[in-house]
């Protein structure tokens, strides 16, 4: 891979798709950059992958692809560079995390009599296609589906350490054709999608994406959970059933839904399709990167290259992203003498019983834990524990303190402890539980917690004051302030605060 300086401009790079090595430093604001998203070809290609959010300021490689000239860029200020607007420019370009491409093999092709296929390496995902194999579709274009699941194999590079692929046929009821351990190369699951025989009925997508979200991206089936989950759904037509809903949930649930259409409703057609607009619907964002639209069948070979490109791009994959991994979760405990040892060893067992829900990890949820008293006392941070098992031991460990109620101190304690350290990605979500009133002032510290974007949940009990907790907790306070008459009652809350923080995270906007 070519290193280039940060002042090297796209247009001076006659190809149309490259990939190259940017160094530090390309921030600088004296390396302009034209645009937001889609910039003009007059930019610093590495300015504008600082200014994109595909590099840091450290640099590292990155996949440009040139594309058509607009007639206006606007500017922004994004990740510490200030792009500039400008009124048009002949050329653009567009930037993101490479997969490296490498020559694999030749074919006789009408136009030119050569095709050049790619194999990618560096994608590792764990990738799941539905086809649709109703009635309606028939068997020819049914080959092609086989055929093209074929090429889209031998680009991937089956392989224990890159892309594992299994098949899921639809029709009345999906099936399970093969897992994601039943082959470990390209040449078995050739071979293997040869003996895919059509199954017939109708063409209920919702229903097989419901079964795939339950059954397909298991441990026992291969998933390696270090990769991407991704869903690649292919539908002559329109399907027969509603996808949105089941589509939402596997979302929720960490798989990244692409949508395949060939073929779709002609507009006397359309009065017959239960959603209108489905794939949009299905797809965690409307910008054209998961759903892809094919004329014909015999077009549809032309999407094996497009499709796989995205589905190795792993920085886009943002669907994987849920309620349940993708937030820094600090609790604040209170310590104070009115808990007691035994309440205090109930409060502990609601923390866990909360960790337990999410998905933890280095790379997923986090979570940190502070006590306080009139005093503070970082029971361990968001760096300290990348397991599940880890995490619920830690808890268990904590010594209760004893002591006074001073929660407007704590809260500044954790703004500065816990959350100053949280990654710019996570969602950050402060747990606060106490038992009384504060002793000192809540307003200024928990005004300061809301400015600073911690999404925070007041939990009383016993002798808690209401007016507090309304305070301390983020607006709506009816969403996210909880009393319980006593400790034995703390683990009622657990649901509902585990429905609130999926209700609001999934009514971000994703676009």
């Not at 490479?98 to 136009?111: M, V």
């Amino acid at each position: 891979v070519p290193q280039i300086s940060c002042d090297v401009r796209a247009g001076k790079i006659t190809n149309v798709e490259f990939i190259v090595k940017c160094p530090p430093g390309c921030q600088d604001p004296r390396y302009h950059v034209y645009g937001t998203d889609v910039y003009a070809s007059y930019s610093s290609v590495c300015g504008a992958a600082v200014h994109s959010g595909v590099l840091d300021n450290s640099g590292g490689k990155i996949l440009v692809r040139k594309v058509a000239g607009q007639s206006g860029y606007k500017g922004s200020y994004s990740n510490g560079v200030r792009s500039l607007s400008l009124p048009r420019w002949r050329e653009s370009f567009v930037v993101s995390g490479t997969c490296t491409p490498w020559r694999l093999g030749r074919e006789r092709n009408e136009r030119s009599r050569i095709t050049v296929f790619f194999r990618f390496s560096g994608c590792k995902v764990d990738l799941s296609f539905l086809i649709d194999g109703s009635s309606s579709i028939g068997k020819r274009r049914f080959r092609m589906q086989k055929q093209f699941l074929t090429d889209v194999a031998q680009t991937l590079d089956i392989g224990p350490a890159g892309p594992l692929m299994g098949v899921v046929q639809y029709g009345d009821n999906p099936a399970t054709q093969f897992n994601l351990k039943t082959h470990m190369n390209s040449q078995d699951v050739k071979a293997a999608i040869e003996k895919i025989s059509q199954r017939g009925g109708l063409s209920n997508t919702g229903t097989s994406i419901s079964f795939v979200t339950k059954n397909f991206f298991s441990k026992f089936n291969g998933n390696r959970g270090g990769a991407p989950n991704v869903a690649v759904v292919m539908v002559d037509g329109w399907p027969t059933d509603k996808v949105e809903e089941a589509s939402r949930f596997a979302r929720e649930s960490g798989i990244n839904i692409f949508f395949i259409t060939i073929e779709g409703a002609s507009e006397n057609e359309k009065q017959y399709v239960l959603e209108p607009n489905f794939a949009n619907k299905a797809v965690c964002r409307t910008n054209g990167f998961y759903s892809l639209t094919v004329q014909n069948w015999f077009s549809l070979h032309k999407t094996v290259q497009p499709l796989v490109k995205r589905v190795c791009d792993t920085d886009r994959l943002a669907c994987s992203k849920t309620c349940l991994n993708s937030a820094d979760i600090g609790f604040v405990i209170d310590g104070s003498s009115s808990v007691g040892t035994s309440n205090f060893r109930t409060v502990l067992q609601f923390v866990a019983n909360l960790s337990r829900e999410f998905e933890i990890s280095d790379t997923d949820t986090r979570i940190g834990a502070m006590q306080y008293t009139y005093e503070q006392r970082l029971e361990f941070g968001f760096d300290e524990y990348s397991t599940k098992s880890d995490v619920l031991n830690a808890i268990k460990r904590v010594g209760y303190w004893s002591g006074g109620t001073s929660t407007g101190a704590a809260i500044n304690y954790a703004l500065e402890q816990l959350f100053k350290k949280s990654k710019p990605n996570k969602r950050k979500l402060m747990i606060l539980i106490t038992d009384g009133r504060s002793y000192d002032d809540i307003r200024i510290p928990a005004m300061l917690a809301h400015h600073k974007g911690v999404i925070t949940y007041a939990i009383g009990v016993a002798w808690a004051a209401q007016d507090e907790l309304d305070i301390i907790a983020t607006h709506p306070a009816r969403d996210h302030a909880f009393f319980v008459d006593e400790f034995d009652n703390l683990y009622k809350v657990v649901p509902k605060v585990i429905q609130n923080i999926c209700t609001e995270f999934n009514s971000q906007p994703r676009n």
